[in-house]
Protein backbone atom coordinates (compact mmCIF):
# COMPACT_ATOMS: atom_id res chain seq x y z
CA UNK A 1 0.00 0.00 0.00
CA UNK A 2 1.57 3.26 -1.15
CA UNK A 3 2.22 5.92 1.25
CA UNK A 4 -0.83 8.38 0.11
CA UNK A 5 -3.13 5.68 0.59
CA UNK A 6 -1.89 5.10 3.58
CA UNK A 7 -2.47 9.11 4.72
CA UNK A 8 -6.36 9.18 3.63
CA UNK A 9 -6.76 5.47 5.47
CA UNK A 10 -5.53 7.14 8.35
CA UNK A 11 -7.19 10.39 8.04
CA UNK A 12 -10.40 9.20 6.76
CA UNK A 13 -10.26 6.54 9.97
CA UNK A 14 -9.89 9.77 12.06
CA UNK A 15 -12.37 12.16 10.60
CA UNK A 16 -15.36 9.36 10.95
CA UNK A 17 -14.61 8.25 14.45
CA UNK A 18 -14.57 12.50 15.16
CA UNK A 19 -17.55 13.74 13.20
CA UNK A 20 -19.43 10.62 12.16
CA UNK A 21 -19.50 8.59 9.25
CA UNK A 22 -22.16 10.24 7.20
CA UNK A 23 -20.73 13.47 8.33
CA UNK A 24 -17.49 13.50 6.62
CA UNK A 25 -17.26 14.11 2.42
CA UNK A 26 -14.20 13.21 0.49
CA UNK A 27 -14.30 17.28 -0.36
CA UNK A 28 -13.43 17.75 3.77
CA UNK A 29 -11.13 14.55 3.77
CA UNK A 30 -9.14 16.30 0.47
CA UNK A 31 -9.00 19.37 2.21
CA UNK A 32 -7.84 18.24 5.60
CA UNK A 33 -5.10 16.29 3.80
CA UNK A 34 -3.99 19.04 1.32
CA UNK A 35 -4.58 17.20 -1.92
CA UNK A 36 -7.07 17.12 -4.66
CA UNK A 37 -10.29 15.33 -3.99
CA UNK A 38 -9.51 13.37 -7.91
CA UNK A 39 -6.20 12.09 -5.84
CA UNK A 40 -8.75 10.39 -3.61
CA UNK A 41 -10.54 8.63 -5.87
CA UNK A 42 -7.28 7.56 -8.05
CA UNK A 43 -7.09 5.56 -4.69
CA UNK A 44 -10.56 4.54 -3.62
CA UNK A 45 -13.39 4.30 -5.98
CA UNK A 46 -16.00 5.25 -4.12
CA UNK A 47 -16.66 6.49 -0.51
CA UNK A 48 -18.03 2.86 0.54
CA UNK A 49 -15.28 1.29 -0.60
CA UNK A 50 -13.06 3.78 1.31
CA UNK A 51 -14.93 3.13 4.92
CA UNK A 52 -14.26 -0.87 4.26
CA UNK A 53 -10.72 -0.15 3.45
CA UNK A 54 -10.73 1.88 7.31
CA UNK A 55 -12.78 -0.76 9.39
CA UNK A 56 -10.46 -3.43 7.73
CA UNK A 57 -7.57 -1.57 8.70
CA UNK A 58 -8.67 -1.15 12.34
CA UNK A 59 -9.79 -4.56 12.59
CA UNK A 60 -5.99 -5.11 12.24
CA UNK A 61 -4.58 -2.56 14.38
CA UNK A 62 -7.10 -4.03 17.19
CA UNK A 63 -5.84 -7.75 16.71
CA UNK A 64 -1.78 -6.55 17.20
CA UNK A 65 -3.38 -4.53 19.90
CA UNK A 66 -4.66 -7.18 21.64
CA UNK A 67 -1.89 -10.17 21.03
CA UNK A 68 0.80 -7.44 22.32
CA UNK A 69 -0.84 -6.62 25.15
CA UNK A 70 -1.20 -10.25 26.71
CA UNK A 71 2.51 -10.80 25.95
CA UNK A 72 3.40 -7.39 27.99
CA UNK A 73 0.84 -8.49 30.89
CA UNK A 74 1.55 -10.39 33.67
CA UNK A 75 -1.53 -12.67 33.89
CA UNK A 76 -4.81 -12.58 31.57
CA UNK A 77 -6.69 -10.49 34.03
CA UNK A 78 -4.12 -7.72 33.96
CA UNK A 79 -4.20 -8.11 30.11
CA UNK A 80 -8.19 -7.07 30.21
CA UNK A 81 -8.07 -4.27 32.09
CA UNK A 82 -4.77 -3.07 30.28
CA UNK A 83 -7.15 -3.36 27.04
CA UNK A 84 -10.29 -1.59 28.79
CA UNK A 85 -7.85 1.51 30.05
CA UNK A 86 -7.16 1.52 25.93
CA UNK A 87 -10.45 1.42 24.60
CA UNK A 88 -11.59 4.08 27.12
CA UNK A 89 -9.00 6.62 26.21
CA UNK A 90 -10.51 5.66 22.07
CA UNK A 91 -14.00 6.22 23.49
CA UNK A 92 -13.25 9.55 24.87
CA UNK A 93 -12.03 10.54 21.77
CA UNK A 94 -14.41 9.26 19.57
CA UNK A 95 -18.05 10.92 18.33
CA UNK A 96 -21.04 8.27 19.49
CA UNK A 97 -22.39 9.02 16.48
CA UNK A 98 -19.47 6.90 14.52
CA UNK A 99 -21.26 3.82 15.94
CA UNK A 100 -24.34 4.75 14.99
CA UNK A 101 -23.49 5.46 11.46
CA UNK A 102 -21.88 1.88 11.22
CA UNK A 103 -25.08 0.58 11.58
CA UNK A 104 -26.43 2.52 8.82
CA UNK A 105 -23.42 0.75 6.49
CA UNK A 106 -24.48 -2.62 7.71
CA UNK A 107 -25.78 -3.56 4.17
CA UNK A 108 -22.08 -2.19 2.27
CA UNK A 109 -20.07 -4.55 4.72
CA UNK A 110 -22.22 -7.22 4.09
CA UNK A 111 -22.44 -6.57 0.08
CA UNK A 112 -18.33 -6.17 0.09
CA UNK A 113 -17.85 -9.39 1.76
CA UNK A 114 -17.08 -7.93 5.30
CA UNK A 115 -17.41 -10.14 8.10
CA UNK A 116 -19.56 -8.06 10.99
CA UNK A 117 -17.93 -9.80 13.94
CA UNK A 118 -14.20 -8.86 14.47
CA UNK A 119 -11.08 -11.23 14.42
CA UNK A 120 -11.51 -12.82 17.98
CA UNK A 121 -8.68 -14.65 18.15
CA UNK A 122 -6.73 -12.84 20.00
CA UNK A 123 -9.24 -12.38 23.12
CA UNK A 124 -9.57 -16.02 22.87
CA UNK A 125 -5.80 -16.43 24.01
CA UNK A 126 -6.84 -14.16 26.96
CA UNK A 127 -9.48 -16.53 28.02
CA UNK A 128 -7.62 -19.86 27.26
CA UNK A 129 -4.49 -18.14 29.04
CA UNK A 130 -6.86 -17.53 32.17
CA UNK A 131 -7.86 -20.94 32.40
CA UNK A 132 -4.88 -22.41 32.34
CA UNK A 133 -3.79 -19.57 34.90
CA UNK A 134 -6.55 -20.90 37.48
CA UNK A 135 -7.88 -17.07 36.84
CA UNK A 136 -11.24 -18.31 34.89
CA UNK A 137 -12.95 -21.69 35.94
CA UNK A 138 -12.13 -24.59 33.72
CA UNK A 139 -15.75 -25.95 32.35
CA UNK A 140 -15.91 -22.41 30.19
CA UNK A 141 -16.26 -22.98 26.87
CA UNK A 142 -13.72 -20.61 25.66
CA UNK A 143 -15.20 -19.51 22.14
CA UNK A 144 -18.29 -19.34 23.65
CA UNK A 145 -17.42 -16.97 26.26
CA UNK A 146 -15.08 -14.84 24.07
CA UNK A 147 -17.82 -14.32 21.91
CA UNK A 148 -20.00 -13.28 25.34
CA UNK A 149 -17.49 -10.88 26.47
CA UNK A 150 -16.99 -9.49 23.16
CA UNK A 151 -20.89 -8.77 23.14
CA UNK A 152 -21.39 -7.85 26.54
CA UNK A 153 -18.74 -5.48 25.49
CA UNK A 154 -19.99 -4.00 22.85
CA UNK A 155 -23.41 -3.55 24.37
CA UNK A 156 -22.02 -1.21 27.15
CA UNK A 157 -21.61 1.09 24.04
CA UNK A 158 -25.03 0.69 22.38
CA UNK A 159 -26.00 4.38 23.40
CA UNK A 160 -29.56 3.97 22.25
CA UNK A 161 -29.92 1.38 25.56
CA UNK A 162 -27.65 3.47 27.76
CA UNK A 163 -27.88 7.13 26.58
CA UNK A 164 -25.18 9.03 28.22
CA UNK A 165 -27.89 10.92 29.73
CA UNK A 166 -28.84 8.48 31.67
CA UNK A 167 -25.78 6.33 32.92
CA UNK A 168 -22.17 6.87 33.42
CA UNK A 169 -19.94 4.75 31.20
CA UNK A 170 -18.26 3.75 34.48
CA UNK A 171 -21.90 2.53 35.90
CA UNK A 172 -22.49 0.45 32.73
CA UNK A 173 -19.36 -0.80 32.62
CA UNK A 174 -19.29 -2.09 36.42
CA UNK A 175 -22.47 -3.48 36.45
CA UNK A 176 -22.70 -5.27 32.92
CA UNK A 177 -19.13 -6.24 31.91
CA UNK A 178 -17.20 -6.39 34.86
CA UNK A 179 -19.81 -8.20 36.85
CA UNK A 180 -19.72 -11.05 33.64
CA UNK A 181 -16.10 -11.27 34.13
CA UNK A 182 -16.50 -12.41 38.15
CA UNK A 183 -19.25 -14.46 36.99
CA UNK A 184 -16.48 -16.10 35.06
CA UNK A 185 -13.59 -16.05 37.35
CA UNK A 186 -11.98 -18.91 39.94
CA UNK A 187 -11.96 -16.73 43.72
CA UNK A 188 -8.09 -16.15 42.81
CA UNK A 189 -9.50 -14.23 39.17
CA UNK A 190 -11.79 -12.20 41.18
CA UNK A 191 -8.82 -10.74 44.01
CA UNK A 192 -7.23 -10.15 40.58
CA UNK A 193 -10.03 -7.93 39.22
CA UNK A 194 -10.69 -6.44 43.00
CA UNK A 195 -6.55 -5.83 42.65
CA UNK A 196 -6.84 -3.94 39.48
CA UNK A 197 -9.98 -2.61 39.32
CA UNK A 198 -8.71 -0.57 42.78
CA UNK A 199 -8.60 3.07 41.44
CA UNK A 200 -9.07 2.15 37.51
CA UNK A 201 -10.55 4.90 35.74
CA UNK A 202 -13.06 3.26 33.62
CA UNK A 203 -15.51 6.24 33.49
CA UNK A 204 -14.89 6.41 29.54
Known sequence: MNDCKN?????????FQSYGIRAVTMDMLASSLGISKRTIYENFRDKDELLVTVMRCMEEKRKDLVEATLKESG????????LLRVTGDHFRRMNPVFYSDLKKYQH????RGVCSMPDLSGSLKIIEQGIAEGSFTGD?????????????FRLTGDFDLFPAS??????????????YLKGICTPKGIRLIEKYL??????F
Open 166 to 179: DFSREAIVRNIYIN
Open 140 to 152: LNPELVNRGMYGI
Open 108 to 111: IFEE
Open 7 to 15: RIIDQAALM
Open 198 to 203: SGFDIS
Open 75 to 82: NSIEAIFR
